[in-house]
């Protein structure tokens, strides 16, 4: 096989090895500099660099050099911008070739103590046919002829492509990052409101009924129960914050539903008249379960707050679908409000729904007081 042959292939072969170390698990700076190395080393190119643009693509970011010294970058100062020629390569991101650098009518010059250098390739980084641009790869001083040539430019564009997509890969996981967070905190604060504010509330109820209290020894009690009442809202603070409403409900739904209106029964004045249809247990998966306990503790301690009722049902049955209805036999809704407006513990509410693809309404209870009916499928 011809010496010249033999180089081609091999240059492909070192093209490919470094396309694919995009799908090595490699930080993007390192990355980024193995493609600008191999870059140079493929069309003997004395000195390379690679720039990434800004969010908003006006100037480059970041600026990875290779073939210059430290002591050479300390004397030039400043990283370059985005002026001169290359700016333009930012605002016309084509492939650009000169044989002199210094003799393009954008030449800005080099600043003092800069090397030399006259032979120039830019490529824009992009990803496929996109008209995204992320950055450009710029080549000086070829090594061995006056100029760059075609096949110089076909390797590069390449390897542009493969930098194009390892940044855009990286860009979209700090998205995916970013609203996972977001997605957390809402799910944090909505777990707070639901699983330990209404905590929070029938403490504070229960401290009220103790002023009323006249006998030590009972207050005592009561005090003392407040305090186990706190003690175990911290405990609720660090499930949520820490396991996010994900651990598994002991004893099943239908435990955890009697369970939540055990708890809430001295709020209430009553215990509420809990009722179960189908295979609650066998058929609702974990996620809806949690989100059933989070709905019927926000519309049971709704009615504590402001039903002022005496008698409250709890109806959950499951089929295609499952339904749970919270009535109460109260003063029922404000007239003058709309349901929808009633605040954050029946946005809630709703949100859980719609995250489900369900629904969930609130309207006048027959005979008085208030029906939540949350819907949602399995």
Not at 205 to 227: F, H, K, N, T, Y
Not at 249 to 270: F, K
Request: glycine share 10%.
């Amino acid at each position: 096989m011809p010496y010249k042959r033999v180089q081609d292939v091999a240059k492909i072969r070192r093209l490919m090895d470094a396309v694919l170390m995009i799908e090595a698990d490699i930080e993007l700076p390192v990355l980024l500099r193995h493609i600008l190395e191999e870059a140079c080393s493929l069309v003997d190119a004395r000195y390379g660099a690679l720039g990434v643009l800004n969010e908003e693509r006006s100037a480059l970011d970041q600026f990875l050099t290779v073939g210059i010294t430290e002591e050479e970058e300390r004397a030039i100062g400043a990283r370059p911008t985005g002026r001169g020629v290359l700016g333009l390569l930012i605002t016309d991101p084509e492939p650009l070739r000169l044989d002199d650098l210094g003799s393009h009518p954008q030449s800005y010059g080099f600043p003092a103590g800069h090397p030399p250098m006259k032979s120039f390739l830019g490529v824009p980084i992009r990803v496929r046919s996109s008209a995204e641009i992320y950055g450009n790869l710029y080549l000086t001083e070829k090594q061995g002829a006056s100029a760059f040539n075609d096949q110089d430019e076909a390797l590069v564009e390449a390897l542009a492509l493969a930098a194009g997509i390892a940044i855009e890969n990286t860009r979209l996981h700090d998205q995916v990052r970013l609203l996972s967070v977001l997605d957390d905190r809402e799910r944090i604060g909505r777990d707070l409101h639901d699983r330990v504010v209404q905590r929070l509330f029938a403490v504070g109820l229960g401290l009220q009924a103790a002023q009323r209290l006249s006998e030590p020894d009972l207050v005592r009690e009561r005090l003392g129960r407040s305090i186990d009442d706190v003690d175990a809202t911290i405990a609720e603070i660090r499930t949520t914050i820490f396991e996010l409403g994900a651990s598994a409900l002991p004893g099943g739904l239908r435990q955890g539903v009697l369970a939540v209106a055990n708890e809430l029964a001295p709020s209430l004045g009553a215990r509420p008249e809990v009722s179960f249809s189908g295979a609650v247990d066998n058929t609702v998966p974990q996620n809806v379960a949690d989100h059933v306990l989070a709905v019927v503790r926000e519309s049971l301690t709704n009615a504590a707050k402001h039903s002022h009722g005496r008698r409250f049902v709890v109806a959950l049955s499951v089929g295609d679908e499952l339904e749970l209805v919270v009535i109460d036999d109260g003063v029922g809704l404000d007239p003058s409000v709309s349901p929808v407006g009633h605040g954050l513990g029946l946005a809630n509410l709703r949100s859980r729904a719609e995250k489900l693809q369900g629904t969930m309404s609130v309207e006048p209870a027959e005979g008085g007081g208030t029906k939540v009916t949350w819907c949602v499928p399995l």
